[in-house]
């Protein structure tokens, strides 16, 4: 059964890039759509955007201008990058594979 | 975008209640319609896919209805392990989900 983990800094400084990482264990990363999704502390559950094994990507448009999704197949990995990050993007960030397969959630707090 | 309003927020029953949430899409997506559940602490769980399919070992107790914009979502009986919140998404277009039902134990 694929299993996801996200990885990367909890603490990020407002203006910077956050930036994760989900490795995929128990599959292979081409094939399939690859997403990242977010919830605020308290809050719902909001779409970031997703990625192909081939490379295409669909992202949120309210967070478009800022979001890069990128896929690194040798390592069975995809990663997100969030630029010019402030407080309201402080959220448990989770990556999966479709809608069925969910990593764990990883808590990116944006504070100075 | 196409926006999700699902309805209640939140709702308490007690075991053995039929339970009912409901999602009405702002245009028609069609049977594009997965249902969620997510206990605290956990990520959301995929129970119900394409408005109407029980995902492989989902008791069932779950169902899905509906097309177009409007969607159910039911619980025949509820059971203590149900206390959850519960999220429907579309995905005829960019992805977004509903806003949550809190289901709780009277």
């Known amino acids: 059964q694929v299993q996801l983990q996200e990885s990367g800094p909890g603490l990020v400084k407002p203006s910077e890039t956050l930036s994760l990482t989900c490795t995929v264990s128990?599959?292979?990363?081409?094939?399939?759509?690859w997403s990242w999704i977010r919830q605020p502390p308290g809050k719902g559950l909001e779409w970031i955007g997703y990625?192909?094994?081939?490379?295409?990507?669909n992202y949120n448009p309210s967070l478009k201008s800022r979001v890069t999704i990128s896929v690194d197949t040798s390592k069975n990995q995809f990663s997100l990058k969030l630029s010019s990050v402030t407080a309201a993007d402080t959220a448990v960030y989770y990556c999966?594979?479709?809608?069925?397969?969910w990593g764990q959630g990883t808590l990116v707090t944006v504070s100075s | 975008d196409i926006q999700m309003t699902q309805s209640p927020s939140s709702l308490s029953a007690s075991v053995g209640d039929r339970v009912t949430i409901t999602c009405q899409a702002s245009?028609?997506?069609?049977?594009?319609l997965n249902w969620y559940q997510q206990k605290p602490g956990k990520a959301p769980k995929l129970l119900i896919y394409?408005?109407?399919n029980l995902e492989t070992g989902v008791p069932s107790r779950f169902s899905g209805s509906g097309s177009g914009t409007d969607f159910t979502f039911t619980i025949s009986s509820l059971q203590p392990e149900d206390i959850a919140t519960y999220y429907c998404?579309?995905?005829?277009?960019?992805?977004?989900f509903g806003q949550g039902t809190k289901v709780e134990i009277k």
């Open positions: 999966a594979r479709g809608n069925r397969d």
């Open positions: 128990g599959g292979s990363i081409s094939s399939y759509y």
């Open positions: 990625i192909y094994y081939s490379g295409s990507t």
């Open positions: 245009q028609d997506i069609s049977n594009y």
């Open positions: 394409d408005a109407s």
């Open positions: 998404q579309q995905y005829d277009t960019e992805p977004t």
